[in-house]
């Protein structure tokens, strides 16, 4: 499977940003799509996640302000990203999974597959 991650860039606290990720390799319906971010400094962590049979799971800190979601026919999935604050600077992460799992499951063992990240700093 590969995953290829964009619409990162330098934003306003308050702002918004979309983030986009292509896959190929498999069929996309049967991967589950996440978002993970690691901010300077600090580990890897879970953000959002999508399974494969429509389950939605958000870290606590941006539930409410993010969104995850998937378009089966373009074979990408999306995180919508409201609300900024200059704690969400990271570099985020797509990845992707065969398995139809939880968000605890992914927060804590991660995804199979992973694509290169995109830089998302937001400027207080």
């Known amino acids: 499977v590969q995953l290829q991650a964009s619409g990162g860039g330098l934003v306003q606290a308050g702002g918004s940003l979309r983030l986009s990720c292509a896959a190929s390799g498999r069929t996309f319906s049967s991967l589950s799509m996440g978002w993970f971010r690691q901010a300077p400094g600090k580990e890897r962590e879970f953000v959002a996640a999508?399974?494969?049979?429509?389950?939605?799971y958000y870290r606590d800190s941006v539930k409410g302000r993010f969104t995850i979601s998937r378009d089966n026919a373009k074979n990408t999935a999306y995180l919508q990203m409201n609300s900024l604050k200059p704690e969400d600077t990271a570099v985020y992460f797509c990845?992707?999974?065969?398995?139809?799992?939880?968000?605890?499951?992914?927060?804590?063992?991660?995804?199979?597959?992973w694509g290169k990240g995109t830089l998302v700093t937001v400027s207080s």
């Open positions: 999508i399974s494969w049979s429509g389950g939605r």
């Open positions: 990845a992707a999974d065969p398995r139809d799992s939880s968000g605890t499951y992914y927060r804590r063992y991660g995804m199979d597959y």
